[in-house]
């Protein structure tokens, strides 16, 4: 269910500013309207903590997982400053002994030398320039009375000369640039950083025991940044102060009676129509609570006049999870997971309690289908053979039934579900607009009679069923109609008016009813995804039968590895297709868009 919110504005004295926003973060109950960007220090505090932390990471050892106990807040500063000259330390020489190692790389094949003593040289008048030039060069600058140099020892197979002066621009030769420090004194500054660096990653690896001290400051400055926020947000004058948000209707005594203690003014009102902004709070029951991690994963909400399907969403993703995962024996593993990470845990939370449920609901598509790890060999455990429907089994041969009377049995319920549930988004559609006395509902109706007719057309078309196709026709024909005549109604509009722009929408409702039935049919993917899945059990089996005598090890590492490829392609899968078949089919067909603004009030972070 989604809470009905209310616009409160609450006014205090200039002086009472900070009571009002304390006694506000305190109930925590508030969404400010229009906040504003918090203190660009705070942020900035915040930002930079949470870099450390977790760059500190890094340093942490893996085999003493404990920390160490919170540090007061001036031993904290004094540690995280250590830490921040570390960290800046570091990266200062390790650029160092890149500059270094490039350097290096650039006079090493000049060999080690003494840019001192060439200065001084240069200082008594000798002033040496180092080239590197072909041999034909090389015999033109020789032969060249003016030019007095060194040869020296070749370099990439040319002539490396030292000239007293430079050489005249017709000779074409590369100059050596000199160093500043010889390639002696850039390995010993290499070293020197090295035990630098040592000493600060000693700094670091020390630091990192203080996880808890980190964590407890970033609570610190994120509430700093949550009060900076909120008092930006405030509107003023030189008398008083004001701020203005949205608060749920059942937590409204609390926020009077929190007023009333600071002294404050207020005001309630109900919501404008046309607020775009304001925030949904999905109040969810014990069944529903189980799918909020799903939308939490996926970052959807609904808009906060849509409707909330959160069970219908759950109910439904059960299945098709279940369905394509598809093998028992792949529940089995995700069951076994599941009890692994609550033993970890401790406690049950909404994440594991979701997968048990799928495990489960898996291994029961899997049992009744007869697909254990996609081996035909399970057929023959009379248990496992007991527990098949047969008209769905993956193995139709033990059941004295064809593979296409089993894929057309599966289809045809991927068809069923799919025509249920679009039909209920058409039901709570309609419920939806009958309570705002919408007359559009009766498209709805349409919708309804169209995705029936849809359905009914696809059982005849995909898997040949026997069903009359002019029943099918007009139930198509009376739905369209009834969407031109009534698509275009809403509140607030005259019935020739809705009538007009229903009319005006004629094209764009044909296109609609072809999508209709585009949309029943991609449900067969649930069937596809399924037997591909079931598909690929079966090569990786056969791979590994193959492999006899010494080749069993290898076999087995097959088996394994491909199983475990697949389950993983039967997780995406899950994510491609069963989640896009709520979010998309089922939600655009009960009218939800997904346009929520969370609901995030101004309070104090606890953790």
């Given amino acids: 269910m989604i809470e009905k919110m209310k616009m409160v504005n609450i006014v205090t004295t200039a002086s009472g500013k900070d009571e009002m926003l304390k006694g506000l973060r305190d109930i925590g109950i508030m969404h400010l309207a229009e906040k504003q960007s918090a203190d660009r220090e705070v942020l900035d ?58 350097e290096i790389d650039r006079i090493s094949a000049w060999g080690d030398f003494s840019p001192a003593e060439l200065a001084e040289l240069r200082k008594e008048g000798f002033d040496f320039h180092f080239y590197r030039m072909g041999e034909k060069e090389f015999q033109a600058a020789r032969d060249d009375e003016n030019i007095r140099l060194i040869r020296l020892a070749s370099i990439d197979k040319q002539c490396a000369v030292a000239v007293l002066g430079t050489l005249p621009p017709e000779i074409q ?76 209707e059942s937590d409204i005594d609390t926020f009077k009676t929190m007023a009333a203690s600071k002294g404050c003014a207020w005001a309630i009102d109900d919501v404008s129509e046309e607020d775009e902004k304001i925030p949904t709070k999905v109040k969810y029951n014990k069944v529903s609570n189980l799918i909020k991690p799903v939308f939490d994963i996926l970052g959807i909400l609904p808009g906060y006049r849509e409707q909330d399907i959160s069970i219908w969403f759950f109910l439904f993703f059960i299945l098709f999870f279940a369905m394509i995962i598809g093998d028992g024996a792949y529940g ?22 979701l997968l048990y449920v799928l495990s489960v609901a898996t291994i029961i598509w899997g049992a009744v289908t007869g697909t254990w790890f ?21 193995y139709p041969e033990y059941f004295g039934l ?23 988004g058409s039901i709570l559609s309609i419920k939806k607009k009958i309570a705002e006395k919408d ?103 056969g ?29 995406l899968s899950v994510v491609v297709h069963g989640v896009r078949l709520n ?25």
């Avoid at 067909?589 to 997904?594: D, K, N, T």
Wanted: charged share 15%; aromatic share 10%; glycine share 8%.
């Fill in 374 to 394: 996609g081996m035909e060999s399970a057929m023959n455990v009379p248990f496992l053979k007991a527990l098949v429907i047969p008209s769905l089994a993956t």
């Fill in 439 to 541: 007359l559009s509902w009766v498209a709805n109706v349409g919708w309804t009679i169209a995705i029936i007719a849809m359905y009914l057309l696809a059982l005849n078309l995909v898997i040949h069923d026997p069903i009359p196709l002019v029943p099918v026709f007009v139930m198509i024909g009376v739905a369209f109609l009834l969407v031109i005549l009534f698509g275009g109604m809403a509140p607030g509009k005259s019935f020739g008016e809705g009538l007009k722009s229903g009319l005006g929408g004629a094209f764009t409702a044909f296109l609609d009813t072809i999508s209709c039935f585009g949309n029943v049919m991609s449900y067969i993917r649930l069937f596809a995804v399924g037997m591909a899945g079931v598909a690929i059990s079966q090569s990786f089996n």
């Fill in 45 to 102: 505090r915040f930002q930079t903590l949470s870099r450390t932390a977790m760059a500190l990471n890094d340093y942490a050892d893996p085999k003493k997982k404990e920390s160490a106990e919170v540090l007061a807040e001036d031993e904290f500063n004094k540690m995280y400053a250590g830490v921040l000259d570390a960290l800046e330390k570091k990266t200062s020489l390790t650029q160092e002994i890149s500059l270094a190692n490039t």
């Fill in 402 to 424: 064809t593979s296409t009377t089993t894929q057309n049995a599966i289809m045809k319920f991927s068809f069923s579900i799919g025509a249920i549930q679009m039909a209920i």
């Fill in 543 to 571: 791979i590994a039968a193959g492999m006899t005598g010494p080749m069993v090890i290898l076999g087995v590492v097959v088996v394994l590895i491909g199983h475990a490829l697949n389950l993983v392609m039967c997780f």
């Fill in 332 to 353: 089995l593993i995700i069951l076994i997971g599941t009890i692994a990470l609550n033993v970890v845990q401790k406690k049950m939370t909404n994440v594991t309690f």
């Fill in 173 to 248: 030769a590369t100059e050596f640039m000199l160093p500043e420090r010889s390639m002696s004194d850039l390995k010993r500054d290499i070293e020197l950083s090295r035990e630098g660096i040592a000493e600060c990653d000693e700094t670091l690896k020390a630091a990192s025991k203080y996880d808890s001290s980190f964590k407890a400051e970033m609570q610190r400055v994120q509430n700093e940044v949550n009060y900076s926020e909120a008092n930006a947000t405030t509107g003023s004058d030189e008398d008083f102060v004001w701020l203005s948000g949205y608060i749920p």
């Fill in 583 to 607: 979010v998309l089919e089922f939600s655009g067909q009960a009218g939800l868009e997904w346009t929520g603004v969370p609901y995030e009030p101004f309070e104090e972070v606890k953790k």
